[in-house]
């Protein structure tokens, strides 16, 4: 459970007499705390004696003249106190900080940090892992979530460097492929390969990791989690999904139409069988409408389809993960000395503003949002991202509420740019990917009947 670390600093001393956290306020964890710029990861601490309360790990890390807190919650404790869930396999948890909007510019040493710590990626720069991030959705077909699982058994086969598997831990696509890399350790009598998840606080607030994620990195707001998705690893494999999916692509098409990565070697695909081949066709299809076909043929999105059986996706797949091994070799050797150059973690893109600072939804925000395409790629397709979000929020957490009292929220945009995205929508309400059971639509476009 991520929740806001003031209030919850008060009730750990309060929780054991002021014993063992007595001076916590004098310190600097303490002064982050008071101020506002972090969050904790921590389970009910009801469950929790001050003695385990003592065995959680804190530290403080100066990264660049930025404070970075990093809460790291042992096996052991967790286990005595019966949140079997979260300590499942020996799975790690680490929450960092959350910036204040006057120093959200540099997120990315936090961001490694915390994947670093959580070992979602490598202490060392230079390590050759093979490191592929899944992406999909939780609501999906028996039959896509076995061929999901295929894939990831079959690239587990691949025996010429360890891999990790980095998805978003929870249920459905983000677990297919870990089951999956299980099946070949079981048959193979062996295990080189590594399952990581990615979450944030209101995801694992609502739905805990799967039992099969070992290594989990919690972030604690959503735009850094995505910020870790497409930093991490050489390669980006996209299964259908549902708005969250489509929303992680988003953010993907904004970071490669920035005009400051040009150049920049960074790769996805969108795979699954012939069954989803309408899924893709609506995706892309709805971009082009919504985007225009500038944006689709600048971030190669047709070419990115891979369809076929699993043994075939997943040579695929292999296939531009090595190159992007070699590529991402080519620039160590090229920028030795730069510290942004790693083999699993792509420090050198630029994540544009709009995607770092955190979007809270409100009528407000949502009604500012410019949907027109009278702006520059990255930007519409930024604004976009935040308005999916929105969706999600308004189909799954408190604004839901908010909806449901006050009607849906009204947004301001270019019909044909809505158009795609109502179509859309409505698709995924037609294969039963939309979170939240019964799908109300949540919004309205300014001025229409």
Same mark, same amino acid.
């Given at each position: ?35 506002? =710029?972090?969050? =904790? ?9 001050? !003695? ?19 809460? #790291? ?87 010429? +460097? ?55 990195? #919690? ?7 995505? !910020? ?137 925000? #949502? ?26 929020? +308004? ?7 908010? #909806? ?11 019909? !044909? ?33």
């Amino acid at each position: 459970m991520m929740v806001p670390a003031r209030p919850i600093l008060d009730t750990l001393i309060e929780s054991d007499g002021g014993r063992s956290l007595k001076n916590i306020h004098k310190t600097e964890v303490g002064r982050m705390m008071q101020a506002g =710029l972090c969050g =904790l990861l921590y389970p009910d601490i009801a469950h929790l004696s001050p !003695e385990q309360i003592q065995n959680f790990l804190c530290e403080v890390e100066i990264v660049q003249g930025k404070a970075h807190l990093a809460i #790291v919650a042992p096996k052991g404790p967790l286990q005595h106190a019966e949140i079997d869930r979260l300590s499942n396999a020996g799975t790690s948890i680490v929450a960092g900080l959350a910036y204040a909007p006057r120093e959200i510019a540099h997120t990315r040493e936090a961001v490694q940090s915390i994947l670093i710590n959580a070992d979602v990626i490598n202490g060392s720069a230079e390590t050759e892992d093979l490191s592929i991030v899944f992406q999909g959705g939780a609501r999906i077909s028996n039959y896509e979530y076995k061929f999901a699982k295929l894939v990831g058994a079959e690239i587990a086969k691949f025996p010429h +460097a360890p891999k990790k598997f980095i998805t978003g831990g929870g249920r459905g696509i983000m677990r297919a492929p870990h089951r999956g890399s299980q099946i070949t350790a079981m048959e193979r009598g062996e295990n080189d390969t590594t399952n990581c998840g990615v979450s944030c606080g209101k995801i694992i607030a609502a739905e805990p990791p799967n039992s099969i994620v070992t290594k989990l990195a #919690v972030f604690e707001q959503i735009e850094r989690r995505l !910020e870790a998705f497409t930093r991490s690893g050489q390669l980006t494999v996209f299964f259908p999904g549902g708005t969250g999916t489509f929303e992680e692509l988003l953010y993907v098409l904004a970071v490669l139409t920035e005009p400051k990565n040009q150049g920049i070697h960074y790769t996805f695909l969108l795979a699954g069988s012939e069954e989803n081949l309408e899924y893709y066709d609506t995706v892309i299809s709805t971009l082009e409408q919504s985007l225009g076909t500038d944006i689709v043929e600048q971030t190669q999105l047709k070419e990115r389809v891979c369809i076929g059986k699993p043994e075939e996706v997943a040579q695929r797949i292999l296939k531009e993960a090595e190159a992007s091994r070699w590529a991402r070799r080519k620039e160590i050797t090229g920028k030795p000395n730069d510290a942004h150059v790693r083999m699993d973690f792509h420090g050198g893109i630029h994540i544009p503003k709009g995607l770092r600072v955190p979007f809270l939804v409100t009528r407000e925000s #949502v009604a500012a949002l410019q949907l027109h395409r009278e702006q520059s790629a990255a930007d519409i397709i930024v604004n976009l991202r935040r308005f999916l979000y929105s969706v999600s929020c +308004a189909c799954i957490s408190k604004e839901r509420d908010e #909806v449901a009292q006050n009607g849906p929220f009204v947004v301001s945009g270019d019909p !044909e740019v809505m158009a795609g995205i109502d179509r859309l929508l409505e698709f995924f309400v037609a294969m039963q990917r939309m979170n939240g059971g019964t799908y109300q639509k949540p919004y309205i476009l300014r001025g229409a009947a």
